[in-house]
């Protein structure tokens, strides 16, 4: 596949245009940002590791009904995508409380959620990806209610799938970030990625963090830590 002109570059990935007009090259960097980009820095090999880990996990939803962007993996930190027009939001959803829930309502981290939350955030790096209510994002039209409604669902589809297919590698799903899009047919679509960037997941056993949080808090073994995911990820 051809890459044309750059179209957007994000904080771990960039997007390319192809000869194409439907698909894009997605290229995974990587650079690692935290707390809205207030701390920087590399994680050797992320790329290749966010790469592999989103198209199987790609596969593996598709394979159960979700409709992603993904189309194939070219190479070792690219993949072919479906152009999609990006919904205005983040979707996140907790079978935990952790991170910034925790903090916000100052609850324990690693406290049980009685039932599953799904919680929204504007995308915008300016504000710092603001909370958003149902109301909030029908009042503004930021999303067709229609179309929420059926994130919500998918949502709470991708957590049953991903919660099993981790269980099954000893890791716990503690919650992830998704985003979606509609693609040239105007079909609800899953985007982005991923990844231990977008999702926290703990060691069944140990209780140790395996994802983008040992970044962020400085817990060390970072590198080494998304080997390990991926590896676990791709064991039969
Ligand atoms: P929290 O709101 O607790 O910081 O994040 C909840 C979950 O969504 C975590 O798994 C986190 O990695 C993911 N998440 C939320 N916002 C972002 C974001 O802007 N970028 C990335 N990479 N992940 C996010």
């Not at 009904?65 to 152009?83: A, I, L, P, Q, S």
Request: net charge negative; hydrophobic share 40%; aromatic share 6%.
């Amino acid at each position: 596949m051809e890459t044309r002109a750059q179209v957007y570059e994000g904080k771990a990935k960039i997007l390319y245009a192809t000869d194409d007009p439907t698909l894009l090259v997605q290229h995974f960097k990587d650079d690692a940002t935290a707390f809205n980009a207030k701390k920087r820095g590399t994680i050797h090999d992320k790329g290749v590791v966010n790469n592999r880990m989103s198209e199987h996990l790609f596969r593996y939803v598709e394979a159960h009904g979700v409709h992603t962007h993904f189309v194939e993996r070219t190479d070792d930190r690219r993949m072919v995508v479906r152009r999609l027009t990006m919904l205005p939001i983040e979707v996140i959803v907790r079978n935990r409380i952790a991170g910034s829930l925790a903090k916000r309502i100052g609850v324990k981290e690693g406290t049980a959620a009685r039932r599953r939350i799904i919680e929204f955030s504007l995308k915008s790096d300016a504000l710092g990806d603001p909370l958003l209510t149902d109301d909030h994002i029908l009042a503004l039209g930021l999303v067709e209610e229609e179309t929420l409604n059926e994130v919500k669902r998918i949502a709470g589809q991708l957590d049953d799938l991903l919660t099993a297919f981790f269980a099954q590698r000893g890791l716990e799903l503690i919650d992830f970030k998704v985003e979606f899009g509609l693609d040239a047919e105007g079909r609800l679509t899953l985007g982005d990625e991923i990844c231990p960037d977008t999702m926290r997941l703990w060691d069944m056993k140990s209780g140790e963090k395996k994802d983008k949080d040992r970044f962020r808090h400085d817990l060390g073994q970072v590198e080494e830590t998304y080997q390990e995911v991926l590896a676990r990820v791709l064991a039969d």
